[in-house]
């Protein structure tokens, strides 16, 4: 027999049992014969609840908890009963057990599967082995809107969309058929006719005979998952803000248009579109303002090409439009002029009414260029070029434009060498006061002389040395060498000249400028009283707050300040009160003006009066002849600098122009 069985003396011990009790109790016979039965019990109060039954009824049967000898408690399955003898006396107890174990664990991990389907966000299905509908869960009636009532019985064709074809269905099954499952993405339909997405496995059940009883289905509906990839998609590939293509997507599409020409001969055209005046709107009216602008501007783009044309945001206010299969370059020049035309328009951004221009620059496939990079970077030198011309307006590339990227290439590449190599001197503008015409400062200007190039200008390299930040260690050289000249002119016997100095816009913007102008001092040991540091208005006026603190703290020093090139920036009279400055240097152009314009007269008059009148000393540079002197002579100017008294000097000419300097002869 599968069950144990127990037989018990009246006082219930142990009297005989058969070999399948020993095997669930673990006992061997001898080990258990004359052992009470309750030796076995894991709970005393289900033994005497059994025992109470059996002293009422003789017997008894359900389940309780019984120890192996082990110690290990598992359920049990018992029926016992009392033996009378003939006299209807207790003579035995017979007792019949089953362990119940496997069937608990059995009934618990169905109960524990049928909670887990219960809440389970997947839609689980379940047939039989023709495919009609045994079960399904909660999720599955939420995914479908079918209740469990309007499927069981039913085949899951119901659910079909009508998307996929025969073809895909006996695929899939051939599938199921080979390896027993399938997965994949699949359309189907709700009951209300919705057609929705869902991943989709599909497993057999096979019994111990190999044969398919079961099908199992679970899906999940991914249509948030759908909407999410492609709003990935769109980011991936779109401006987020304007909703044109973004760089990704130009260089993918651009790329592609480029084989395409290349294959058939066509040409092809790159627009570089850079938005006049966009970030003072921005500045000025906030962000808010100027993507608004953004959207309306990407709007007229879009309607002024057509289906085949791309038009894509880089970013900021930047814009390319890429035009493919062109008959003759005269039409992306169209093209060029109507965007120009379509921007002059006022844009309306809520009350506030807006002008813009653009500025264009056009390369064209292969004329200039073979590649999206070198079209790209082509058309961007193009619309710099728009942009240094005056704005509102294209330019076409041209080979002068890659000569001149040449060669200033080749100008940085020098000029990252020139300091280490010496190849920086400094010249020097001697500045006469009128009243004694006595020289009494020198202006302090670099120059360069390289191997291969020559003299430079200027002109040239500051333009470059701004650009790339290397205008920060030629400014603190120049420094450091004006403050040893000046040390070495009073020492020769002119203990009372003054050095002006230019500072860079970048290098005063250093957040260490103060520390490093006050390290300069210190170690070249000058008097600080006698060296002058010339700012431009658009160098101070921007930030006036920051620029104020600064300035305090050059004074605390002991320097002399100057505003250089003034009435050629945007100055605040209320603000040039409150600077702490020196002098005025009255910008050349008005000098080489003075005398033909009385616009220039004039306002080289204004300029000296308000100087004196806020305690400032004036400097006139570009003087360049006796009339000019004279004019500015009677008008007070205090001191001038230019041709008429000398050119820019080298320090062994300085020194010689100074000893042979007669100030009682010039007039």
């Not at 909407?227 to 599409?253: C, P």
């Not at 092809?268 to 966009?278: C, E, G, H, N, P």
């Not at 009243?435 to 360069?448: P, S, Y």
Request: aromatic share 10%.
């Amino acid at each position: 027999m599968q069950e144990g069985i127990l037989v018990l003396d009246e006082n219930m011990r142990i009297l005989s049992l058969n070999p399948w009790a020993q095997k669930v109790l673990e006992y061997d016979e001898e080990e258990i014969l004359g052992e009470n039965f309750s030796h076995l019990f894991f709970d005393q109060r289900e033994l005497d609840s059994l025992l109470s039954h059996l002293k009422r009824d003789g017997k008894w049967k359900g389940e309780v908890l019984k120890r192996r000898k082990s110690g290990e408690v598992y359920p049990e399955w018992i029926n016992i009963r009392t033996v009378l003898d003939s006299e209807g006396g207790l003579s035995n107890y017979v007792v019949v057990f089953r362990d119940i174990t496997k069937q608990k664990n059995s009934q618990k991990e169905i109960r524990l599967a049928a909670k887990v389907l219960e809440n389970t966000s997947e839609g689980v299905l379940v047939t039989d082995g023709r495919g009609k509908i045994l079960s399904v869960n909660p999720a599955f009636e939420i995914v479908t809107g079918y209740s469990q009532e309007e499927v069981i019985g039913q085949n899951p064709s119901i659910l079909q969309s009508g998307i996929h074809d025969q073809d895909f269905y006996s695929s899939m099954w051939g599938t199921i058929e080979k390896n027993g499952n399938w997965k994949g993405e699949i359309w189907n339909k709700r009951k209300n006719g919705e057609i929705f997405p869902e991943w989709l496995t599909i497993s057999s059940i096979k019994d111990e005979h190999n044969k398919v009883t079961n099908y199992v289905a679970v899906f999940s509906d991914i249509t948030d998952r759908k909407h999410a990839e492609e709003q990935l998609r769109r980011l991936a590939h779109y401006d987020s803000l304007t909703g044109v293509a973004n760089r990704y997507s130009l260089n993918k599409r651009l790329e592609s248009l480029i084989s395409t020409a290349a294959r058939y001969n066509q040409q092809l055209a790159v627009l570089f579109l850079d938005l006049d005046r966009f970030k003072h709107i921005n500045d000025t009216l906030g962000h808010n303002y100027g993507d608004l602008l953004l959207k309306l501007v990407s709007t007229r783009l879009k309607n002024l090409i057509k289906n085949k044309d791309m038009i894509a945001r880089l970013g900021g206010d930047e814009f390319v439009i890429v035009l493919p299969n062109l008959k003759h370059p005269k039409e992306a020049i169209h093209i060029a002029e109507s965007i120009i035309q379509a921007l002059t328009q006022p844009f309306q951004l809520h009350h506030q009414e807006v002008y813009i221009s653009t500025s264009i620059g056009i390369s064209l496939f292969p004329l200039d260029g073979f590649s999206m990079e070198s079209l790209l970077r082509n058309a961007d030198k193009a619309m710099y070029q728009a942009k240094s011309r005056g704005r509102n307006q294209f330019e076409l590339y041209h080979t002068d434009m890659h000569r001149n990227e040449t060669k200033q290439m080749r100008m940085e590449n020098f000029l990252r060498k020139a300091l280490e190599k010496d190849e920086f001197f400094l010249v020097y503008h001697p500045q006469v006061d009128t009243k004694t015409n006595k020289i009494v400062g020198v202006e302090a200007l670099i120059r360069w002389k390289q191997e291969e190039l020559g003299i430079v200008s200027p002109a040239d390299f500051i333009p470059l040395a701004e650009e790339t930040g290397l205008i920060i260690p030629i400014s603190e050289w120049v420094l450091k060498q004006a403050c040893e000249d000046l040390k070495k002119i009073h020492l020769n016997g002119y203990p009372n000249i003054r050095m002006s100095v230019n500072i860079s816009a970048l290098h005063f913007n250093q957040e260490g400028f103060i520390k490093s102008i006050h390290s300069v001092i210190h170690h070249t040991n000058v008097n600080p009283h006698f060296m002058e540091l010339e700012l431009t208005e658009s160098m101070i006026m921007p930030n006036a707050t920051e620029t104020i603190d600064k300035l305090v703290k050059l004074k605390q020093i002991g320097l002399k300040l100057s505003v250089d090139d003034f009435g050629t920036g945007y100055s605040s009279l209320s603000y040039l009160n409150r600077f702490p400055i020196d002098t005025l240097k009255i910008d050349k152009g008005f000098i080489k003006k003075l005398c033909d314009y009385k616009e220039d007269f004039s306002i080289v008059q204004a300029i000296i009066t308000m100087a004196h009148r806020l305690h400032l000393h004036v400097v006139a540079e570009g003087v360049e002849n006796k009339k000019q002197f004279d004019f500015l002579k009677e008008e007070n100017c205090d001191l001038i600098q230019g041709f008429y008294i000398t050119k820019p000097l080298t320090f062994p000419d300085l020194i010689d122009f100074l000893e042979s300097w007669d100030y009682e002869l010039f007039f």
